[in-house]
């Protein structure tokens, strides 16, 4: 080997030793002080698209860990112990924040050193009346129920429907006044089942381009053009899963000229369960007159979804992926809560969503009117 490739094999080797002496540099920094947990593994985690992700983990020494990653808009963050389902919630941003609690209350939480996070704690105060005022009128229900008080129970369901809707409508206030906050997108998205496309799509909108870039705000974009794509009045998307059997069917097979019921539910939801006579009637009065059903399950267990099925006795044709609140079917059509169905008109065209009860009846009786 020549003097000259022994000199640039020495460079070489120079600069690989020196990288790899240069230590990532990080801009957010949680100093954690768990007390009582040890020496045990915790984890930093994120919640996105449905899915834990796992950002960092460290060996705790005598209840105390370091973590540190780069963010570039503030993000909510999880910290959670191996072995325990506990976590420690919390905004993160740029710097350096502390964070403190104890293993046996994960609830009472101090953090220090994050501006986000003492907006969201704040604002998340404003909304403690409302629980307050939910967990009143649930205990008045329970009280009504076992008395037998109808009218009463009518009332009070009246009444909690009006405290959601001030809570919703809280949040909605929030995010429009402080459009420049991450804490805004954040709480429309944890509860965007709430809001109806109308909405969503306003507050959506105005949020400042500064915030642009945000998973939450990106998130929200996308939702709203989900419930876009799948609005009343837009012809249906097509998708196939497998029946009980095994077989692939398509919705667009069950059209056929058809008026169809899309109904999503699953065999672990109580107030599906309690809708599903209510189907049945439907079903049955009107089948012969060309009404179907295409039940979607969000169901994981396939035995206890077909249990189900042959106990309600629901005799028109089911599918599922059995991927629980990740099917495939529910993201297509923005689903976030069950029951939840859609009535499709022989053309193609979504024509109503959610009917339920004497609305779903009044609605069949209007169409198959002699």
Partial sequence: MNKLSLLLLGLLIGIIVVSCQQKETFNFKVNATITGIGDKMVYLQQRKNGDWVKLDSVAFVNDKGVFQENIGLPEFFYLSV???????????????????????????????????????????????????????????????????????????????????????????????????????????????????????????????????????????????????????????????????????????SKINGNYVLVDFWASWCAPCRAENPNVVKAYNKYHDKGFDVFGVSFDKDHDKWVKAIEDDNLGWTHVSDLKYWSSEAGKLYGVQSIPHNLLINPEGIIVEKNLRGEDLQKKLEGIYAD
Avoid: C, W
Avoid at 143 to 148: L, N
Avoid at 178 to 203: A, H, R, T, W
């Fill in 82 to 252: 191996k072995g325990d389902r506990a976590y420690v919630p919390f905004f993160g941003e740029q710097g350096e924040i502390n964070i403190s609690t104890s293993v046996n209350n994960m609830r009472d939480v101090k953090v220090e050193g994050s501006k986000t996070h003492d907006e969201y704690d704040a604002f998340m105060g404003t909304l403690a009346k409302f629980d307050e005022q939910a967990s009143q009128l649930g205990q008045r229900y329970q009280q009504a129920k076992s008395e037998g008080k109808e009218e009463e129970l009518s009332k009070i369901e009246d009444e909690y429907n009006d405290v959601e809707k001030q809570k919703s409508q809280s949040m909605l206030d929030y995010a429009t006044s402080n459009n420049e906050s991450i804490v805004g997108p954040f709480i429309i998205m944890s509860n965007s089942y709430l809001f109806d496309l109308d909405q969503l799509d306003k507050v959506t909108n105005g949020f400042s381009d500064k915030i642009a870039e945000s998973y939450y705000v990106n998130y929200l974009k996308d939702r709203v053009a989900t419930l876009k794509r799948v609005a009343v009045g837009q012809k249906f998307v097509d998708f196939t899963l497998n029946d009980v059997d095994g077989n692939p069917v398509s919705l667009s």
